[in-house]
């Protein structure tokens, strides 16, 4: 009876988790706008820049559908990146979410798209 039951939830409710959910940390090494009207941002602990917005048009990425960033939202966190930047400070926490994420800080690949969930300066 219970694995009848528990067959059905799995059938009934199917899950799947697909995004990547990663915090980083460190100096700004990059913050960049690409032709492409995308902004990216690198980070002392990563290994590569990343697209994550746009200041002309909701940004979206694959594996968070439901989370959009705004073009004022972009360009707020584009300024926190460039202030921290300009200054040296440390980003004490960014949380990355998306299917471009991968499962450390030094393994992102070249050209991806992330969304940024949260950022502390």
């Known amino acids: 009876m219970k694995l009848t039951a528990l067959l059905l939830l799995v ?3 199917p899950t799947t988790v697909t995004a990547g959910s990663l915090i980083c940390s460190g100096k700004v090494e990059q913050v ?3 032709g492409n009207n995308k902004l990216m941002i690198k980070l002392s602990s990563m ?6 917005c746009d200041p002309g048009s909701d940004w979206r990425v694959t594996g968070e559908p439901n989370r959009v960033m ?3 939202t ?3 966190v584009f300024s926190i990146f460039l202030s921290a930047r ?3 400070e440390t980003i004490n926490r960014v949380h990355f979410d998306g299917d471009d994420v991968p499962k450390n800080c ?3 690949e070249s050209w991806k ?3 940024i969930r949260y950022v502390n300066y």
Do not use: I, M, R, W
């Not at 290994?47 to 994550?52: L, P, R």
């Open 32 to 34: 960049a706008y690409h």
């Open 74 to 76: 972009c360009k707020a």
């Open 11 to 13: 059938v009934l409710f």
């Open 47 to 52: 290994n590569k820049a990343v697209f994550f």
């Open 70 to 72: 705004s073009p004022d």
């Open 106 to 108: 030094s393994s992102f």
């Open 86 to 88: 300009s200054t040296g």
């Open 113 to 115: 798209n992330v969304f």
